[in-house]
């Protein structure tokens, strides 16, 4: 019986073809993380080409570096998701720094027309906008990453509004089932805000 912390062998034969300078291999790491990848870059920079760069620097890292990844680490999903996070922020911090210092007008503390007083202030603003988007990427990063039938549940539940009995109807399952999973994916959901949570990108405070 294979350990329980081997790799997926689709995770090591794409380091190792990587390695080796396939082209091939990148495209299918494209095809099949792509969209992860600049879903979270969007949700960290709400920004359609800023994600779309990120995404870009992110498989040209991958290409250019495969063997920063080892595979007896962690899931290459999860190592995509963290250096995803590591760049979208690094961006973040540079426009969100230069839209602080012009005083713009989009901060959410609108008490002031320009950047904050003091170093200290304009240091916690930026790292307050940095929080509430490492959180929602995070976020996003679990619902994607959960099993489809929490996925599913909370998909009817929060963003169709079904109630329970809806829900349960819909999935064709008990409602206690219903309500189970709804439990669940809400206990996965709410690690979003705990920067210990087991099973998270390192990046987001977790372990992979």
Do not use: C, N
């Not at 495209?27 to 359609?48: K, M, N, P, T």
């Not at 929080?131 to 976020?139: G, K, L, T």
């Not at 929490?150 to 008990?174: I, P, W």
């Amino acid at each position: 019986m294979a350990k329980q912390d081997t790799p997926p062998r689709w995770d090591r034969k794409m380091q190792q073809r990587l390695a080796r300078g396939e082209a091939a291999a990148l495209g299918e790491l494209y095809d099949r993380f792509a969209s992860l990848v600049h879903g979270l870059a969007h949700r960290v920079l709400g920004d359609e080409q800023a994600a779309d760069r990120v995404t870009r620097d992110v498989f040209a890292h991958v290409w250019q570096h495969p063997d920063t990844y080892d595979p007896k680490q962690g899931p290459l999903r999860s190592w995509l998701a963290t250096l995803t996070h590591r760049l979208a922020v690094q961006r973040l911090r540079q426009t969100e720094t230069a839209a602080l210092a012009q005083g713009d007008p989009d901060a959410p503390d609108d008490t002031h027309a320009g950047p904050p007083a003091s170093s200290t202030g304009f240091l916690e603003e930026l790292e307050r906008r940095v929080r509430r988007a490492s959180v929602a990427a995070r976020a996003d990063y679990i619902v994607t990453s959960m099993p489809a039938p929490l996925r599913a549940a909370l998909e009817l539940a929060y963003f169709q509004r079904r109630d329970y009995r809806q829900t349960a109807a819909d999935l064709g399952v008990t409602e206690a089932e219903a309500r189970r999973r709804l439990r669940l994916g809400l206990q996965l959901l709410s690690t979003a805000h705990d920067t210990g949570a087991p099973g998270a990108p390192p990046e987001y405070g977790g372990a992979v």
